[in-house]
């Protein structure tokens, strides 16, 4: 089941994740290695829960940083 | 519906930013895209440039985040005000943040639904003015609405894949080899979708990695990888070896802790062990 998670980051890497380039995001690892190591630790559900988490925490009021899954 | 609500007004911008390009300063419509293209990006430049400067910081000091982070575990608040001291020593700006690079990705969509409706959105202006809509082609090869079946819009695709494989091969240089092989695959898989677009919008993306490419080489040469010399010296107590260990590669911690576990995944899979 986690490989529809790891796809669907995929697809978006190949897609809209090229106009985000490399090393813009305030947390590493980026947001989709974050979602890809969650679907392979946690599983589809629970992946996506702590992955869907992570794009929340990314805005203005956040502090970034180091953050693995 | 509501994407498209959010879309509309976005789309009319676009719109109108086309049509300007073409009518004012006199562009095909072809180069008109292009022009879009590097100046939304050359607009982006100062903000990118800032983000990518922090996070190659943020990278390299990942461990010693990562230990602050475990030894004040149980005391946020100390926590943040470490990892806040941590930032300013550092020249870790934190506090921006990725979402105006992310505001590219409605205009894309924007300019998706433009040019598939670009006779409907933007001829009918010229039709009533009884004006010609000038010229659709790009360097006399493809109309730019027709989609990349057509004519030499197969070139575009091939021109798109390579930029995709390059752009692809020079994101996946801190990946591990599985992700990465993967990543440099994946273009060819996208072909198929790819066929049903505009040559316009083709036309667009293959800007867009262009410019990707090119600001992903610039950046890295003029952003020279620090290696941590310090650090070396200072190799006493057993927890800074770890650190320091774990800092060479800024991005090998991640990395190894990544992949394998992918592969036990595809194993159990196959193997059909386990669900």
Same mark, same amino acid.
């Not at chain 1, 992946?47 to 956040?62: F, H, T």
């Not at chain 2, 498209?4 to 180069?31: I, K, R, S, Y």
């Given at each position: 089941?986690?490989?529809?998670?790891?796809?669907?980051? @995929?697809?978006?890497?190949?897609?809209?994740?090229?106009?985000?380039?490399?090393?813009?995001?305030?947390? @590493?690892?980026?947001?989709?290695?974050?979602?890809?190591?969650?679907?392979?630790? @946690?599983?589809?559900?629970?992946?996506?829960?702590?992955?869907?988490?992570?794009?929340?925490?990314?805005?203005?009021?956040? @502090?970034?940083?180091?953050?693995?899954? | 519906?509501?994407?498209?609500?959010?879309?509309?007004?976005?789309?009319?911008?676009?719109?109108?930013?086309?049509?300007?390009?073409?009518?004012?300063?006199?562009?095909?419509?072809?180069?008109?895209?292009?022009?879009?293209? #590097?100046? #939304?990006?050359?607009?982006?430049?100062?903000?990118?440039?800032?983000?990518?400067?922090?996070?190659?910081?943020?990278?390299?000091?990942?461990?010693?985040?990562?230990?602050?982070?475990?030894?004040?575990?149980?005391?946020?608040?100390?926590?943040?005000?470490?990892?806040?001291?941590?930032?300013?020593?550092?020249?870790?700006?934190?506090?921006?943040?990725?979402? =105006?690079?992310?505001?590219?990705?409605?205009?894309?969509?924007?300019? *998706?639904?433009?040019?598939?409706?670009?006779?409907?959105?933007? *001829?009918?202006?010229?039709?009533?003015?009884?004006?010609?809509?000038?010229?659709?082609?790009?360097?006399?090869?493809?109309?730019?609405?027709?989609?990349?079946? #057509?004519?030499?819009?197969?070139?575009?695709?091939? $021109?798109?894949?390579?930029?995709?494989?390059?752009?692809?091969?020079? $994101?996946?240089?801190?990946?591990?080899?599985?992700?990465?092989?993967?990543?440099?695959?994946? /273009?060819?898989?996208?072909?198929?979708?790819?066929?049903? *677009?505009?040559?316009?919008? $083709?036309?667009?993306?293959?800007?867009?990695?262009?410019?990707?490419?090119?600001?992903?080489?610039?950046?890295?040469?003029?952003?020279?990888?620090?290696?941590?010399?310090?650090?070396?010296?200072?190799?006493?107590? =057993?927890?800074?070896?770890?650190?320091?260990?774990?800092?060479?590669?800024?991005?090998?911690?991640?990395? /190894?802790?990544?992949?394998?576990?992918?592969?036990?995944?595809?194993?159990?899979?196959?193997?059909?062990?386990?669900?």
């Amino acid at each position: 089941m986690r490989f529809v998670g790891i796809a669907l980051v @995929h697809a978006w890497r190949q897609t809209f994740g090229r106009l985000t380039p490399e090393g813009t995001c305030k947390y @590493h690892p980026s947001c989709s290695q974050y979602a890809l190591d969650a679907f392979a630790k @946690h599983g589809l559900v629970k992946g996506s829960a702590k992955a869907g988490w992570r794009l929340l925490r990314c805005n203005p009021w956040s @502090h970034g940083g180091v953050d693995y899954a | 519906m509501i994407l498209a609500g959010v879309l509309t007004p976005l789309e009319d911008l676009l719109t109108w930013a086309l049509t300007n390009l073409h009518d004012t300063v006199g562009l095909p419509w072809a180069w008109s895209i292009v022009a879009l293209v #590097v100046i #939304v990006r050359m607009l982006l430049v100062p903000l990118t440039v800032r983000q990518i400067h922090s996070m190659q910081n943020l990278q390299a000091h990942a461990p010693e985040m990562k230990a602050l982070q475990t030894k004040y575990k149980h005391d946020r608040q100390r926590m943040n005000q470490e990892l806040m001291a941590f930032y300013k020593e550092n020249q870790i700006n934190p506090a921006a943040s990725c979402l =105006p690079i992310v505001a590219q990705i409605p205009v894309f969509i924007g300019l *998706f639904f433009v040019l598939r409706g670009f006779e409907g959105e933007i *001829f009918p202006k010229y039709q009533r003015a009884g004006e010609s809509v000038g010229d659709l082609e790009w360097l006399n090869l493809v109309n730019i609405i027709d989609n990349t079946k #057509v004519g030499w819009g197969p070139l575009l695709v091939v $021109m798109y894949a390579i930029s995709q494989l390059t752009s692809s091969y020079l $994101m996946s240089t801190t990946m591990q080899p599985a992700q990465r092989a993967l990543m440099l695959i994946l /273009p060819i898989a996208f072909i198929p979708f790819v066929l049903n *677009f505009p040559a316009g919008l $083709m036309l667009y993306w293959l800007t867009t990695n262009l410019w990707t490419t090119g600001q992903g080489l610039i950046t890295r040469k003029l952003t020279p990888k620090k290696a941590p010399p310090p650090k070396k010296s200072s190799r006493t107590p =057993p927890k800074n070896e770890v650190a320091q260990r774990a800092d060479k590669p800024a991005e090998a911690k991640p990395a /190894p802790a990544g992949p394998p576990r992918v592969k036990k995944v595809k194993r159990k899979k196959k193997g059909g062990a386990r669900r």
